[in-house]
């Protein structure tokens, strides 16, 4: 199809580029553009930061890697020359300043420029740091038509669209690598609906797929006609490139109907982006398989239910760990997840290793009461044994700490805290229960596991226990989950104070003890495994507290 002056086609590449790979990067928009080509399409679209992958951190101000990202795309220019132009995501450094700028190929050369102008400095973003702001800018053109393109952050602002429609721009097209939170599907599309109401423009919303440490960016890139109508819905997490057809039948441009991919609600989202972060993860680091400890408790069950879905039942090792507290229960709970999933399954007591530890500390210890001490090395023997086999089969070692555990150091530093990545690390206790039951009740294609139940049910109902002394229970030590888990949500992710856990029905003394606990545990997050990010105040990025801390809240 060939551009008439009231048609034109625009190929969206919502794809899964690589941080650091920019050859693997410039391949595949080389393979979007022939796509577009061969469509008749006027431009083919990447996403933000498209040929260095996103989220790059300071990796993008070292001069050798940008001037190589930039010499990338000038290649690239010259390959694409025949045929669409193509828009590209790229660092751009010129009278010594950096910036986040989205690049317009055609004819062989970079034939305009968009400069990002409001940087995002907030949650994982540190873009004030990293990148100069570029100026308010005017559209591009292609062929006859003028584009405007605010690069993510700008499109969550009136006025870079309002300057591009006063300056001409005729529709919108927003690249963006936007990562996942719960429930950001509905931020995004409330923004963009405002960007099309204000301007009276079409709006087409690109954003990228895939996993970059705990960030996972879920595409969903959308369309919207004039007043928010929206015109079309690309799938969620999934590679997709997609031909998107305006048309101005004399008074502006109109979206052509196209395809709504269903959005699936926050548990199906959840889980999928702990799989992907997980998967993307291994490909990304050239991990091909993982082990874990598996304990019969319900964290452990999660994960390797999340790490088949991700990687198949050949690829993941589980391994049960058991001491003389270990019982017949988990035993068999822990064996059965692992025959359901098909998994590799190792059984290696710790007995004998606790008791040559135990009689190597005895002289130190003499005269001192047995307690978390003894406890403690329990789990870390278990980290030993686990780093060990991690070692020598060369497979990356999962940790199963949940949010819960994380948040008040309901772990143990070089022990089952031991580990690469942690899939579950942004998921409250009372969440990881539910997402159990969930994944029993729900198969999709994308995962590689079995259908059915996988995670029995004695599993998710029983009490949960560390297992490291007599009849010992979680809630030994911590107030019950579903208080926990609230009063959690308060202090960390809402920033809440101690008056507002009062004011919310919960007792003084056990809020206080939960703040205390969250800031004494700040060491052990600061050298934890990465983590899928599910919420805006996941630990890492998103929540950065100092270690040495006395200030505790006098509310």
Known sequence: MSFTGDRFRVTLAQLNPTVGDLDGNAAKARAAWEQGREAGANLVALPEMFITGYNTQDLVMKPAFHRAAMAAVEALAVEVAEGPALAIGCPWAEDGKL????????????????????LPNETVFDEVRIFDAGPLG??????????????????????????????????????????????????????????????????????MVGGQDDQVFDGGSFALNPGGALALQMPVFDECVTHVDLENPGDGWRIVEGEKAPIPDEWEQDY????????????????????????????????????????????????????EYTSQESLEDAEAVAEALGVHYDYVPIS?????????????????????????????????LLMAMSNKFGEILLTTGNKSEVAVGYATIYGDMNGGYNPIKDLYKTRVFE????????????????????????????????????????????????????????????????????????????????????????YKRFQSAPGARLTPRAFWLDRRYPIANRWRDPS
């Open 435 to 522: 997402t159990c039951r969930w994944r029993n009740a729900n198969h999709r294609a994308w995962m590689m596991g079995p259908d059915g139940e996988v995670i029995r049910p004695n599993v998710i109902d029983k009490p949960p226990s560390a297992e490291l002394r007599e009849d010992q229970k979680d809630s030994d030590s911590l107030p019950d989950y579903p208080e926990l888990d609230a009063i959690l949500d308060i202090l960390v992710d809402q920033e809440g104070a101690i008056a507002d856990c009062v004011e919310a029905g919960f007792d003084r003394d056990v809020a206080k003890r939960v703040e205390h606990l969250l800031y004494i545990s700040e």
């Open 138 to 207: 005017g559209p591009y053109s292609v062929g006859n038509t003028r584009i405007g393109s605010p690069i993510c952050e700008d499109g969550w602002h009136e006025d870079v669209a309002e300057t591009l429609e006063e300056t001409g721009a005729e529709f919108l097209l927003i690249p963006n690598g936007s990562p996942y939170f719960r429930n950001k599907m509905e931020v995004r599309q409330n923004h963009m609906v405002a960007r099309c109401i204000e301007t009276g423009l079409p709006v087409i919303y690109l954003n």
């Open 272 to 323: 999928h982006t702990m799989v992907l972060s997980l998967r993307d993860y291994m490909r990304k680091t050239g991990f091909k398989k993982v082990l874990l400890g598996l304990s019969g408790g319900v964290d452990s069950a999660i994960v390797a239910t999340i790490a088949v879905d991700a990687l198949g039942a050949e690829n993941v090792r589980c391994v049960m760990l058991p001491s």
């Open 99 to 118: 910036f986040n700028a989205y690049l317009i190929l055609k004819d062989g050369n970079i034939a305009s420029k968009v400069l990002k102008h409001h």
């Open 352 to 384: 004998e290793g606790r008791a040559a530890i135990t009689n190597t500390l005895a002289p130190l210890f003499a005269g001192l009461d047995e307690g978390l001490t003894e406890e403690n090395i329990q789990s870390r023997l278990r980290g030993l």
